[in-house]
């Protein structure tokens, strides 16, 4: 699997006195197994991108290759894209509409047509998935917690089995319990069921724990892609975006300052004790 887009532009309202230049020129190509983590502040485009990977919007210039072959070229199936690339919008607890949780899931595998054994089983793989035993099937989305209406929404995404899963700040609005168990359910899905994981996120120390390679978006342009600790090295770059770098990076840096040799590329809370106790022991 590989999606690459080669210079794709994308413009809002092109033909109003106000178009609104979303994308600008974005070249990248997503590779079997990453777990990328896409940046940027409000505005920055984050959206649009990841709405043009499976083919909801169409670039206005730039051409989008899924498996080298163009996405809007004649012959290609849109529709089998999608149950490829399987996209969680933000907030996707708001397009729950069945009646119950499993029938809610059922309606993406119904869609593509296929036989109601089938349909069922992929139901229930996806929402053992997400960790929501049969005490759920029955229960209306209503009845459940923010958290388990997000799962559910994620589950009836898996249950097309894409190869890509995208999500748009899948943890906005929940509390820290309900975004952790998010978090290490889609870091499972990666590592044990082998998707590729494209996640929206605003949170830096998230990025840092679960994200192999991330993109940082700015004005429609992709500014910053690579692993997680070349990407904070540009912690000041990334502040006048807007943006931060995980708090530990500050700390980091500060001891530098002070005076102690301690390695700045520490990411997350366990890297940065382990560098500080190492650092400390030598005293
Ligand atoms: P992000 O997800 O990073 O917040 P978006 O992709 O939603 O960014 O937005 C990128 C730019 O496009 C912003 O300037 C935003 O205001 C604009 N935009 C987004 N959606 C629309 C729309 N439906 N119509 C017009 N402009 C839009
Ligand atoms: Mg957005």
Partial sequence: MSIRLDKVDYIYEPDTAFPVHALDHVSLTIRDGEFIGLMGHTGSGKSTLIQHLNGLVRPTSGTIYYNDRDIHGEGFSLKELRSKVGLVFQYPEHQLFEADVFSDVCFGPKNLGLEKEEIQRRARHALELVGMDESFYSLSPFELSGGQKRRVAIAGVLAMEPEVLILDEPTAGLDPMGRDEILEQVKRLHEENHITII???????????????????????????????????????????????????????????????????????????????????KH
Avoid at 217 to 226: A, E, S, T, Y
Avoid at 243 to 256: D, F, G, I, K, N
Avoid at 259 to 278: C, H, L, P, S, Y
């Fill in 199 to 281: 996640l929206v996120s605003h949170s830096m120390e998230d990025m840092a724990r679960y994200a192999g390679r991330l993109i940082v978006m700015d004005h429609g342009k992709v500014q910053f892609d690579g692993t997680p600790v070349e990407v904070f090295r540009h912690y000041k770059e990334l502040e006048k975006m807007g943006l931060a770098a995980p708090q530990v990076t500050y700390l980091m840096h500060s001891l530098r300052e002070k005076g102690w040799d301690v390695n700045v590329d520490a990411i997350t809370v366990a890297q940065a004790k382990q560098e500080i106790m190492r650092v400390w022991k």
